[in-house]
């Protein structure tokens, strides 16, 4: 239930944001709140394609252990 309950805020936060003639902001929790930071890259930088993850780095030992499906190249 707290997933849905964050994801609203968030999104309530996000329109809130727009509404004001804000963008390239990052919707983060933080102290018990829901804040925005900048976004740490420009949109142009992201939208240049796929930055990849080390196999054997955190994010994919994290999302392996919550029993999240990668695909994986090497079979």
Known sequence: MFDRLLASTF???AIDLLAKGQSEKLIVWRGGNVTDIPI???LADAAQGPRFVPIN???VRTTCGLGIYLWNATG
């Open 11 to 13: 999104g309530v936060h």
């Open 57 to 59: 780095g955190e994010i």
């Open 40 to 42: 740490p890259i420009s």
